[in-house]
Each structure stands twice: as structure tokens, then as C-alpha cells.
Antibody, heavy 120, light 107 residues
Framework: QVQLVESGGGLVKPGGSLRLSCAAS????????MNWVRQAPGKGLEWISY????????KYADSVRGRFTISRDNAKNSLSLEMNSLRAEDTAFYYC?????????????WGQGTLVTVSS | EIVLTQSPGTLSLSPGERATLSCRAS???????FAWYQQKRGQAPRLLMY???TRAAGIPDRFSGSGSGTDYTLTISRLEPEDSAVYYC????????FGPGTTVDIK
């Protein structure tokens, strides 16, 4: 069955960096665009990035552009999110999600999320 | 930027009742690019509907979606206790946005 498992969350100081990973299984990873969506504790959902099947097309939300970098390793069925210059407002659960459409899409499978806390 | 608003904020209903959840966009969104999700406490979101009215795999036919233009609706025809959750609408016509959510509480 489809599985997306995020890892790499934790506590980081403002201005610090963190790298999240998402391990995919149970489907042909190279057939799907992949996304990251975050959710501050007790708040709503915020789309932050997608990457195309080959990695050649990437989009970011304005809130993270220039600070976050999405990437994928198709040989390892893995998605990553490199987060730099972290701010308190980046504190959230980060979900990786699969996208059936090319480009902007609905998200048909989600991981369980990993919590990033930015605090001094 | 397309902004989504949802109403009501909270819906408290009994099992077997009908729930009607609304989502309004700040500008016209093609129904092709509209989705609904369910998020239960402590869980990741789950896709319910896409293309405004197409049920995702495994979603019971108690759930239905409709709408066009700026106004979209998710209907749960006969509430069951496990439908207690927060429901989010989403557009994906441009940079995706989500509504703030409607909490459905089953009495």
C-alpha cells in the first residue's frame, strides 16, 4: 500500500537549518509530482512547495521562497525539504503529499507528518 | 491570490443528520481545480473530493460535492460518529490555497 513517512523534524533555534525527508513506498515514485504542506499546531493547512517527477520544475509559496529548497532522489524514492533561516512562524507539522496531477494539484496521499519547532 | 473562506466555523449535529459545509472563493475558480479534505484529530488530512464533485478512492457515497464559480459545497448526507473531523476546502487553479476549515462535531 502507499506509504509516505516523514522524518527529520525537531527543535531548532531561530536562524537555524533543518532537513526533512520523506520516504515513499507502495507506488511508482517517478510517476508523481510531490508536495510539502505544513500545519502550525491547532491551525489550518498551508501549501509550501512542489517538485516535478524529474525535479526540473519546482514551485514555492511566497512564505518560504529563498529559504526552503525541495528536492527528490528518484533512485531512493525519497523527497527532501532543506529549510534555512528558520523563523518562529515556521513552527508546524510538515507533511509530504503525493499529487496525481502535473503542476498544481489536489493531494491524494499524505504522510503522518513531522513536527518542526523553531524556538530559542 | 485566491482566498477561501468556509462556513460555518463549527457544525454540531446528531448521527443520521445531514451536514452542509460551504466554501467561498475570493474570485472565480474552475470546478476542475477544487478539492475537499477531512482531518481527524491527530491525523493527516485525507482527500475526500476533487474536481469539486469526484469522490476519492474509498470515500463512501454519503459524501458529495458540488459548486461552481466562487461557491462550493460539501454535503454529508447521513452523519456517522466517525465523521467527526475538521473539513478543509482547497483550490489548485493557481498556487494552492486552503480554507480555514469547518469543524463537524457529532453530538
Amino acid at each position: 500500500q502507499v506509504q509516505l513517512v516523514e522524518s527529520g523534524g525537531g527543535l531548532v533555534k531561530p536562524g537555524g537549518s533543518l532537513r526533512l525527508s520523506c520516504a515513499a513506498s507502495g507506488f511508482t515514485f517517478t510517476d508523481y509530482y510531490m508536495n510539502w504542506v505544513r500545519q502550525a499546531p491547532g491551525k489550518g493547512l498551508e501549501w509550501i512547495s512542489y517538485i516535478s517527477t524529474s525535479g526540473s520544475t519546482i514551485k514555492y509559496a511566497d512564505s518560504v521562497r529563498g529559504r526552503f529548497t525541495i528536492s527528490r532522489d528518484n533512485a531512493k524514492n525519497s523527497l527532501s525539504l532543506e529549510m534555512n533561516s528558520l523563523r518562529a512562524e515556521d513552527t508546524a507539522f510538515y507533511y509530504c503529499a503525493r499529487a496525481p496531477l502535473r503542476g498544481y494539484s489536489f493531494l491524494d496521499r499524505w504522510g503522518q507528518g513531522t513536527l518542526v519547532t523553531v524556538s530559542s | 491570490e485566491i482566498v477561501l473562506t468556509q462556513s460555518p466555523g463549527t457544525l454540531s449535529l446528531s448521527p443520521g443528520e445531514r451536514a452542509t459545509l460551504s466554501c467561498r472563493a475570493s474570485q472565480i475558480v474552475s470546478s476542475t481545480y477544487f478539492a475537499w479534505y477531512q482531518q481527524k484529530r491527530g491525523q493527516a488530512p485525507r482527500l475526500l473530493m476533487y474536481g469539486a464533485s469526484t469522490r476519492a478512492a474509498g470515500i463512501p457515497d454519503r459524501f458529495s460535492g458540488s459548486g461552481s464559480g466562487t461557491d462550493y459545497t460539501l454535503t454529508i448526507s447521513r452523519l456517522e460518529p466517525e465523521d467527526s473531523a475538521v473539513y478543509y476546502c482547497q483550490h489548485y487553479e493557481t498556487s494552492p490555497g486552503f480554507g480555514p476549515g469547518t469543524t463537524v462535531d457529532i453530538k
